[in-house]
């Protein structure tokens, strides 16, 4: 594996080693070790997926204090285009984004922070979209902002959203709970 760290503090893009033969391919998701050595989340607390079609946005999601988590997100079928943002007062990329392409067949892995907003569009006919998460989900604290409030390049500007996602505050309504700590 190797891992790049982004221009937002803390979030990392893992790229696995790809070992591929006439079967098809094995790819680690996750190393103990190495994540321990770079100072990051070890202790996945619960782990989803998400089947998505072309032409879905999902996001910006985040959870709020006291159930913030870290976030390892990849893509096992398809094409996403995927954003985190910076939502750390004091950070310097509070308010801005990075963004990825994540696909089945590069199997690049993104390393989310506390403190970010999360989000994909999706790219291909269908997509399956991998989540591990440091925290229990808590319905309480289920966040969002409303995807089109940043300045994000996305690729439709009529996506198919959830009504959820849809009624998002925008960004410059949100009042972040979240600081940035080096």
Not at 20 to 39: N, P, S, V, Y
Not at 83 to 95: E, N, W
Not at 131 to 150: M, T
Request: proline residues 6%.
């Amino acid at each position: 594996m190797r891992v790049q760290e982004t221009e937002i503090p803390g979030c990392f893009e893992i790229i696995p080693t790809i070992i591929r033969d006439d079967r098809g391919c094995f790819i680690k998701t996750f190393h103990q070790g190495l994540f321990e050595q770079l100072g990051l989340e070890t202790a996945w607390r619960e782990e989803y997926y998400s089947t998505s079609r072309k032409g879905v946005l999902r996001g910006l999601h985040f959870q709020l204090p006291p159930h913030d988590h870290e976030k390892l997100v990849y893509c096992t079928s398809g094409a996403v285009i995927d954003v985190v943002i910076d939502l750390r007062i004091g950070s310097p990329m509070y308010g801005r984004h990075a963004l990825f392409q994540l696909d089945a067949a590069s199997a690049s892995m993104i390393y989310i922070p506390k403190g970010c907003a999360h989000g994909f569009y999706v790219l291909s006919d269908t997509a399956i979209m991998m989540y591990k998460v440091s925290s229990i989900y808590a319905p309480e604290s289920d966040a969002g902002i409303l995807w089109n409030s940043l300045d994000i390049p996305w690729p439709d500007h009529a996506p198919l959203l959830s009504a959820r996602d849809a009624g998002f505050n925008s960004f410059n309504d949100f009042v972040s709970p979240f600081k940035w700590s080096r």
